[in-house]
């Protein structure tokens, strides 16, 4: 039987690993339906705590701080001998479908490098699967689609499941468990990808190649295409909006692909449903940040997404970013991650330069311009860390 054949609700989702299927049906129970989810928003208040370190909250909406907060893209990852000990015992895709695994994934870069924030473990191609994607996780090869969209037929294939936890349930129970643990320390971040993003993926069926696969399927198949994106779009929504529910104090907009295109195409081709999915998330009343990894021409247009944050890539100089966004929205970024790779002496250097770099934004929250390196020192992470928390703080006094 095939996922077209069965009912959305209460159907089995099939995520396969190294020589293994792993069945992603819904894993909680009530607690994570979408009436329940989203009763866990009693107020906006109720994701604020005065115990709690709150300066990348802040940062994001503009408000005054003792320091710049920071943390990074991928914190939780193989660089870190703590992460690695965790996958020695268990795959990748195992690991984000455990929720104790992945918030305790989640909190160890807390507890390692001192960030401001954490982000959530997970992987953004589990997040379609139940939509009727079969996902293949490999060691060598990373994710991958068995039944990538080729066709309109394979596109209205696809289902939007009406309850944000079938299928993803694990998500929110992990989430509820980073926030239960980091209530008194730091903010939680949820994520997705971008509708253009995650359809690539699912267009190639790997993260391989220039994409070329989905490239010619947004311009020969425009009616396909728009039907993909509508439905990713719909299912990101809820998605988000259960994250919200379930603890996370901010949500990221991951559009790693939105530089495959230029500034007259991202315009009408990926910008609608950017806009789209933020407006539907600003009743959470969390901080939204949106990342469009490449998109450098196409930032005039970002500038209006309706983004509390723009995240900005290693591929531009981070004052002139924050001059072409101006004074509405903060700036997240941007040091060169390979810089982790040089004496602590350059990194400081390097963090320096940053810093003043992104003085003028509203709002500054300190990042890598894309994620760690797999094989980063952990000192030098921490090198860094410290070095935006003292020299800031410096600044600031």
């Given at each position: 039987?095939?996922?077209?054949?069965?009912?959305?609700?209460g159907r089995r989702h099939f995520v396969q690993g190294v020589g293994a299927v792993l069945s992603l049906a819904p894993l909680i129970g009530r607690s994570n339906s979408a009436a329940g989810l989203q009763a866990g928003i009693v107020n906006v208040g109720a994701h604020e705590n005065s115990k709690r370190n709150n300066t990348f909250l802040q940062?994001?909406?503009?408000?005054?701080?003792?320091?710049?907060?920071?943390?990074?893209?991928?914190q939780a990852g193989r660089y870190l001998p703590e992460f690695r000990a965790v996958l020695e015992k268990s795959d990748f895709l195992t690991a984000c479908r455990t929720p104790e695994i992945a918030a305790a994934l989640t909190i160890q870069p807390v507890d390692v490098l001192g960030v401001d924030?954490?982000?959530?473990?997970?992987?953004?191609?589990?997040?379609v699967v139940p939509m009727g994607?079969?996902?293949?996780y490999s060691d060598k090869t990373g994710p991958a689609f068995e039944n990538p969209i080729r066709s309109k037929a394979d596109v209205d294939r696809l289902i939007v499941p009406e309850d944000p936890a079938d299928g993803l349930g694990f998500v929110y129970e992990a989430q509820k468990i980073c926030a239960r643990e980091l209530a008194n320390r730091v903010p939680l971040i949820g994520f997705a990808a971008a509708p253009f993003t995650i359809s690539a993926y699912m267009v190639d069926g790997s993260s391989g190649g220039a994409f070329s696969l989905f490239r010619q399927f947004v311009f020969d198949e425009p009616a396909g295409y728009a039907t993909l994106m509508n439905k990713v779009a719909e299912h990101t929504i809820r998605y988000l909006k259960a994250q919200a529910a379930a603890g996370a104090d901010a949500l990221m907009l991951f559009d790693s692909n939105a530089g495959l295109v230029g500034p007259q195409d991202y315009e009408s081709l990926n910008l609608p449903w950017v806009k789209k999915i933020i407006a539907a998330l600003k009743p959470t009343g969390v901080p939204i940040i949106y990342f469009g990894l490449g998109a450098h021409g196409s930032l005039g247009m970002i500038k209006d997404c309706g983004a509390d944050v723009i995240s900005i890539d290693y591929g531009m100089r981070l004052d002139n970013a924050v001059a072409q966004l101006g004074p509405n929205v903060s700036v997240q970024g941007n040091i060169e991650p390979y810089v982790l790779f040089q004496s602590p002496k350059e990194i400081r250097r390097r963090v320096a330069e940053t810093l003043e770099a992104g003085k003028a934004a509203r709002g500054h929250v300190f990042n890598l311009g894309h994620g760690v390196p797999r094989n980063s020192p952990v000192d030098h992470v921490k090198a860094m860390v410290d070095s935006v928390h003292e020299l800031s703080q410096a600044r600031m006094t």
């Amino acid at each position: 039987m095939t996922d077209s054949d069965t009912p959305a609700v209460g159907r089995r989702h099939f995520v396969q690993g190294v020589g293994a299927v792993l069945s992603l049906a819904p894993l909680i129970g009530r607690s994570n339906s979408a009436a329940g989810l989203q009763a866990g928003i009693v107020n906006v208040g109720a994701h604020e705590n005065s115990k709690r370190n709150n300066t990348f909250l802040q940062a994001c909406r503009g408000e005054k701080v003792d320091y710049t907060p920071v943390w990074m893209m991928r914190q939780a990852g193989r660089y870190l001998p703590e992460f690695r000990a965790v996958l020695e015992k268990s795959d990748f895709l195992t690991a984000c479908r455990t929720p104790e695994i992945a918030a305790a994934l989640t909190i160890q870069p807390v507890d390692v490098l001192g960030v401001d924030a954490a982000i959530f473990f997970s992987d953004i191609t589990t997040t379609v699967v139940p939509m009727g994607m079969q996902l293949r996780y490999s060691d060598k090869t990373g994710p991958a689609f068995e039944n990538p969209i080729r066709s309109k037929a394979d596109v209205d294939r696809l289902i939007v499941p009406e309850d944000p936890a079938d299928g993803l349930g694990f998500v929110y129970e992990a989430q509820k468990i980073c926030a239960r643990e980091l209530a008194n320390r730091v903010p939680l971040i949820g994520f997705a990808a971008a509708p253009f993003t995650i359809s690539a993926y699912m267009v190639d069926g790997s993260s391989g190649g220039a994409f070329s696969l989905f490239r010619q399927f947004v311009f020969d198949e425009p009616a396909g295409y728009a039907t993909l994106m509508n439905k990713v779009a719909e299912h990101t929504i809820r998605y988000l909006k259960a994250q919200a529910a379930a603890g996370a104090d901010a949500l990221m907009l991951f559009d790693s692909n939105a530089g495959l295109v230029g500034p007259q195409d991202y315009e009408s081709l990926n910008l609608p449903w950017v806009k789209k999915i933020i407006a539907a998330l600003k009743p959470t009343g969390v901080p939204i940040i949106y990342f469009g990894l490449g998109a450098h021409g196409s930032l005039g247009m970002i500038k209006d997404c309706g983004a509390d944050v723009i995240s900005i890539d290693y591929g531009m100089r981070l004052d002139n970013a924050v001059a072409q966004l101006g004074p509405n929205v903060s700036v997240q970024g941007n040091i060169e991650p390979y810089v982790l790779f040089q004496s602590p002496k350059e990194i400081r250097r390097r963090v320096a330069e940053t810093l003043e770099a992104g003085k003028a934004a509203r709002g500054h929250v300190f990042n890598l311009g894309h994620g760690v390196p797999r094989n980063s020192p952990v000192d030098h992470v921490k090198a860094m860390v410290d070095s935006v928390h003292e020299l800031s703080q410096a600044r600031m006094t």
